[in-house]
């Protein structure tokens, strides 16, 4: 990715965790505006940030669409755990929105690209267990949704994300 870009989303990502989601769109405007047409990792990154923004003051609709947006651009790069990744975000977007059906179908691809790939990290299949939990929850399937919560509990744990384990902990009392 380009090294202007990255500053630029940095300090977007600054006024993010500041609130300042005015000032963040402002910085993420600016570098879209700079970035190459053809630097698709750039702007995939741009469209996920901007994403991340739309969800933070939720505008679901619109933060769909971005990752969407993310999802094109990776894709021309082949970029298999950015594709997964944005994908796993799109699926948590589709569920809130109550697109179960396509979010189940997104989720299982998820899990199974994040499987396969030796740079999966223990904290993004815990996130993507998480989701799928959470959907199998809302759909009735307790023993699908008590899977889920288990495997994510473990894969918290190993990542120390004690908020993580506690929130599973939380789940599986209740199935």
């Not at 910085?27 to 990154?45: E, F, L, P, W």
């Not at 969800?55 to 769909?64: C, E, N």
């Not at 944005?86 to 199974?112: S, W």
């Amino acid at each position: 990715m380009n090294t202007d870009i990255q500053n630029y989303l940095q300090q977007a990502k600054q006024f993010r965790q500041d609130n300042d989601y005015t000032a963040s769109m402002n910085i993420i405007n600016q570098a879209y505006d700079v970035c190459a047409k053809n630097d698709y990792a750039s702007r995939g990154n741009i469209y996920a940030f901007w994403g991340q923004i739309e969800r933070d003051q939720q505008a679901l609709h619109k933060a769909l669409l971005m990752y969407n947006k993310a999802l094109g651009e990776f894709r021309k790069i082949s970029d298999d755990l950015k594709v997964t990744h944005t994908v796993r975000h799109i699926a948590d977007l589709q569920q809130a929105l109550g697109q179960n059906h396509i979010a189940e179908e997104n989720y299982q691809m998820v899990l199974t690209n994040y499987r396969k790939n030796e740079a999966t990290t223990n904290l993004d299949l815990a996130n993507a267990l998480r989701g799928f939990a959470l959907l199998q929850e809302d759909l009735g399937n307790k023993s699908e949704a008590k899977d889920a919560w288990t495997e994510a509990r473990s894969m918290y744990l190993s990542a120390n994300i004690q908020a993580g384990v506690a929130e599973c902990d939380g789940h599986l009392v209740k199935l």
